[in-house]
């Protein structure tokens, strides 16, 4: 048996891994575009490479913003503590962060990388590297790859290219032109999804760089509420990104505001009361001094600025007026979303293959007999945490054990 995967990312090596266990004696073949495997797996987590999430499948499923349900049959096949015991098992140090968040103990990518490439040595996959694929099509039964001006007969193929975010990283969408030749639709809309949000205003671009930890976010559409969380948020020279705003992206619709909280642990009358002791005990204090008390001075002297209030004003001049306008300012920060900034900054695709489509137990084709699909091709994507990568190696793992069974 000849078995070919295009695509080696995470989904794509796990895919090839999971063949050569359940068939050694099946000749597999990983082909990838780029000149090295998991480019896109090396710049996760900031080069880091959040791996996994400790967390239950239970837990995992309610992280997942599409077609969540879909996953139920490969995270149960594959977990979390499978992935992380096939690591610990090839010499791999890991490490739990915050929320569950596991990364490699050198906090270096590149350590997780070559634990797969030593598997798919050891495995006897044929890697081809810096072969990009042309065409694909399906005849008599056997799938025809088009590469380097030749092609290649396979039995069974498995899509695995990722979607169109990071394109830098080679993920532009080839897959979704080869599943459509072999008789698959696309969802109707490809997004950005996790990705950094633009702003109409201009006033985050004077905080560039400034990082503000434990911000209430709340994304409305129009007067409905889409999305509400808590957690970092970093402004850029475009408008803001950070954790919360990875989150709350991939509730956006069109006519979208980004209300902040900048002080979630205390409520408007909570702040009114601070304010008043502290203009009552410090009358003869610059304003500035107050809120630099209470935010990081960057983001104070912008709050004073939105408010129009001079930061030298005396705290015994500040109007009733003034008062109310900062606590509102502090309370619900309002800005106005005028798009993403794009698939080169997004962490996922939302749409591609329709999971319908997709025989959820095996991730064999419904429509295709012999294809299989794994990883962001298909219409899912979670949230940041280390999900969607055990999402892409429970999927990969399951196609490629079911490709490799012999009929």
Not at 233 to 260: C, D, E, Q
Request: charged share 20%.
């Amino acid at each position: 048996m000849k078995i070919a995967i295009i695509g080696g990312g995470a989904a794509g090596m796990m895919v090839a891994i999971s063949a050569s266990i359940h068939n050694p004696a099946a000749e597999v073949l990983l082909l990838e575009k780029n000149k090295t495997l998991g480019k896109k797996l090396a710049i996760t987590g900031g080069g880091r490479c959040n791996i996994t999430n400790i967390c239950s499948t239970e837990e995992l499923i309610e992280k997942v913003i599409q077609n969540p349900r879909f996953l139920y049959g490969a995270l149960n096949a594959f977990t979390s503590q499978d992935l992380l015991d096939m690591l610990h098992k090839a010499g791999l140090k890991t490490k739990v962060e915050e929320s569950g968040r596991i990364f490699p103990t050198s906090d270096n990518s590149q350590d997780v990388i070559d634990v797969f490439e030593r598997y798919l040595l050891e495995g006897k996959v044929k890697i081809f590297t810096d072969h990009i694929v042309d065409n694909v099509e399906k005849i008599e039964g056997k799938f025809m790859i088009t590469t380097k001006g030749k092609q290649i007969e396979v039995d069974k193929l498995i899509i695995a290219t990722g979607g169109l975010s990071a394109p830098a990283t080679g993920s532009t969408g080839d897959g979704y032109t080869f599943a459509k030749a072999l008789g698959h639709s696309i969802t109707p809309e490809l997004k950005p999804a996790i990705v950094p949000l633009k702003t109409k205003e201009n006033w985050p671009k004077q905080l560039q760089g400034v990082s503000i930890s434990n911000i209430g976010v709340t994304l409305k559409a129009g007067d409905k509420t889409a999305f509400k969380g808590e957690g970092d948020i970093i402004f850029t020279h475009f408008g803001v990104s950070g954790p919360v705003v990875l989150r709350a992206s991939s509730y956006l619709s069109k006519n979208a505001t980004l209300i902040l909280d900048l002080l979630p642990q205390k409520n408007e009358k909570e702040l009114e009361a601070y304010l008043l002791a502290y203009f009552k005990a410090n009358p003869n204090k610059a304003i500035k001094t107050c809120l630099e008390s209470l935010l990081v001075k960057k983001m104070a002297h912008t709050i004073l600025e939105i408010c129009n209030i001079h930061e030298d004003t005396k705290i015994n001049n500040i109007t009733k007026e003034a008062r109310a306008s900062l606590v509102q300012a502090f309370k619900a920060l309002p800005l106005t979303i005028t798009g993403t900034h794009g698939f080169a900054t997004a962490v996922a695709t939302a749409g591609g293959i329709p999971t319908k489509e997709i025989n959820p137990k095996t991730m064999e084709s419904k429509i295709t007999k012999n294809l299989y699909l794994a990883g962001e091709v298909i219409d899912i994507h979670a949230h940041t945490g280390g999900y969607n990568l055990q999402i892409a190696f429970s999927m990969g793992y399951v196609a490629g054990k079911c490709a490799a069974l012999v009929e």
